[in-house]
């Protein structure tokens, strides 16, 4: 996202608390003037002058968002707070970074954004799920009350080079896993399924859906509508990697949804977005940044 920013001439102030974030990430851009980085909490204010807010904090790996959940309530909920309490003071548009995860474990196939969803208010996802939804509670009330220039993008599972190693999420997992040949981590059957889009595709949404027009509020779904089970995403990680690794079966982890894929519809018509990269080449990209870990 700062890559993409500066690239195409715009200068960029990016706040990171470094919770699941890594300075390594950034090292590159260190020494460019048009760019500063700055350790920051968004559950605390922040005082700067910019002409665009892009809201991406909050831990997304279940692993990490589930390990301190009154955090991760408070980063969606204040973090909310204080970008829109920011985007009013300088009149300027705010994009959040909602979820899927709104959907909870979806009664709807695929998941449309007028869909309202199947989320357990007090499970182990809540703090996620229901902080995500409250935040889009809190732009949309800004956006009716104060008129502040809303854009809500629902992310799907993304995944892509600069993710950590022990990030936890599938992806992630199963590359350093199959690099190591160690056995992989199937969570139940392996029959639920996702729908994965390259970080690239995904910075492109969000950058067409940050720059387009007032009226265009959301929630707008991004994600890549390619479905799999985690099953056949094991398999093919094990078969490019030409790991030794066998698959062995753990419990399921509880609200864990069994299907996801977005429906792009309103993506494609309001901001002319697709997703280009397809799930092969993205996990060739990615295997090869993850070699320097294993
Ligand atoms: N999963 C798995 N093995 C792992 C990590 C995850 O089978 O080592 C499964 C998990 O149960 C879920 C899917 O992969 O059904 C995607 O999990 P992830 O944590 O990447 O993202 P989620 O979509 O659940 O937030």
Redesign the pocket.
Known sequence: MCRNLLDAGHDVICADNFYTGRRANLADLQGNPAFELIRHDVVNPLYVEVDLIINLACP????HYQSNPVRTLKTSVFGALNMLGLAKRLRVPVLQAST??VYGDPTIHPQPEDYRGSVNPIGI?SCYDEGKRCAETLFFDYHREHGVDIKVARIF?TYGPNMRPDD????S??IT?ALRSED?????Q?L?T?SFCYVSDLVDGLLRLAFSAPEVTGPVNLGNPYEFT?LQ??EQVIAKTGSSSKLTF?P??SD??QQ?RPVIDRARTLLGWAPKVPLDAGLDRTIAYFRQFA
């Open positions: 997304a790996s279940p692993v899927s995860e996802r599972n936890g999420r599938v992806v997992n199963f896993q992989i981590t199937i969570y139940g392996g639920q996702r985690m995403l094991a753990l399921m982890p864990d949804p996801r």
